[in-house]
């Protein structure tokens, strides 16, 4: 059963599940018109402020600088909570637009016709995208479905660890950090088996110790035995915790209860100026867990007129004002070229924010180029290999 196979008997047991109810709670709801603003289903981070290096107190410099009105809704639940909430539920009564993992939930929405394929014509931004999307590109599949365009790509990145640089005292460039004994106890992983497994797995096989042929999906002896070196850490004593929610990590990091932390890069940006401390984000040199985030427009979308606003919305996610302030803010990849034109250009951004941005571009192209670097997966095929041992390793 190849990956496809695997999700579209993932979506048909979903949709049983959701049963009649789901199907008819669609039914009835009242059409907007697309004088109505953009209702969009979305995280917090998918903004910034027109001031560099802030996230906007609201949605209104995005929506301003797209020429649109935009009505935000916090996005919840889980990748198949999702699935069901747009392929029977009222998801597609309430959003116009949104946003998940690409290289899953594009195919895994398109192939129940939950999403509409896009018209990269109505985006002329869509000529700065870079090159790994483009035909043939390594992520060219994360925004294709049957190799259509049903989606578009705003941020990416290669996550790896931070860690507190004067405590530890060096530069850390492997993962064999978390599970050295000089570090026991000051340790946090993130509680999700997805990344956690993942970097474990690089790691492990990377290093030797463990025959993984693909990370990004293991078969269920692989997630076996990345699970229970794990559950052999735990029980030692290797981790202070598993960090859960981005508040958490920032916690952790920035009152130093742990001196190194699995993460995303917002959490170590954040952390680093909480604390005043030189928090930093390293490149290891097994591997990393790339991904990106991706906009997609819902068929109820498009049936209610939105088509142009979300175009012009996505106009703006691929034009260098976004992708200068995305990185400044979050640390995020530019999804666009032009972006450090555009910056040294720009008077809104000071020197020493110029220099701060090209010092995190020069990392993600260095994290980038790691040849071990496995993409994220959001539905493997032995996904219930994988939520099961997580269960074991969360008990142990």
């Known amino acids: 059963m190849d990956q496809m196979d695997f999700t579209r008997r993932f979506l048909l047991k979903s949709v049983g599940a959701a049963g009649l109810v789901g199907a008819t709670s669609s039914l009835g709801l009242s059409r907007a018109f697309a004088a109505d603003p953009l209702r969009i289903w979305t995280i917090g981070v998918a903004k910034v402020g027109a001031e560099p290096g802030t996230g906007g107190k609201d949605w209104g410099d995005m929506g301003a600088q797209a020429g649109i009105d935009i009505v935000y809704n916090a996005k919840s639940g889980s990748a198949d909570q999702a699935i069901q909430k747009f392929v029977v539920g009222d998801g597609n009564d309430l959003y116009d637009a949104i946003t998940d993992n690409g290289g899953g939930m594009e195919d895994a929405l398109a192939s129940q016709s939950a999403i509409t394929a896009l018209d990269t014509a109505q985006i002329p931004n869509f000529a700065n995208i870079i090159d790994a ?3 043939g590109g390594d992520a060219a599949s994360t925004i294709r479905y049957d190799d259509t365009i049903y989606a578009i790509p705003y941020i990416s990145n290669a996550d790896s660890l931070a860690f507190d640089f004067e405590e530890v005292g060096e530069e850390l460039t492997s993962w064999e950090a978390c599970f050295a004994p000089e570090f026991k106890g000051r340790v946090a992983l993130q509680n999700d088996f997805g990344p956690t497994f993942t970097n474990t797995a690089i790691y ?10 693909d990370p990004s999906d293991m078969t269920a002896d692989e997630v076996a035995g990345v699970a229970e070196f ?4 735990k029980q030692e004593g290797q981790f202070r915790t598993f960090w859960d929610g981005f508040q958490n990590g920032v916690d952790l990091l920035s009152s ?8 995303w890069e917002p959490v170590q940006i954040v952390a680093a100026k909480k604390a005043g401390k030189d928090i930093r984000y390293g490149t290891m040199k097994e591997g990393h867990q790339t991904w990106n985030n991706i906009w997609m427009l819902t068929n109820g979308g498009d049936e209610r007129g939105q088509a142009e606003a979300f175009y012009k919305l996505m106009n703006l996610y691929l034009d260098p004002w976004f992708g200068a302030r995305i990185i400044a803010t979050y640390g995020y990849q530019p999804q666009m070229t032009g972006v450090m034109d555009y910056i040294d250009s720009s008077p809104d951004f000071s020197e020493e924010m110029k220099a701060v ?8 192209q260095a994290r980038y180029a790691v040849p071990g670097n496995s993409w994220q997966n959001v539905f493997p095929t032995e996904i219930r290999a994988y939520q099961d041992w997580w269960s074991k390793v969360q008990s142990a």
């Open 357 to 364: 941005i090209a010092e995190r571009r020069e990392r993600q």
């Open 256 to 263: 130093g209860e742990v001196l190194l932390q699995s993460c």
């Open 133 to 135: 999307y483009k035909d």
């Open 230 to 233: 794990l559950i052999t850490k």
């Open 204 to 213: 492990l096989k990377q290093s030797g110790q463990l025959d993984i042929a």
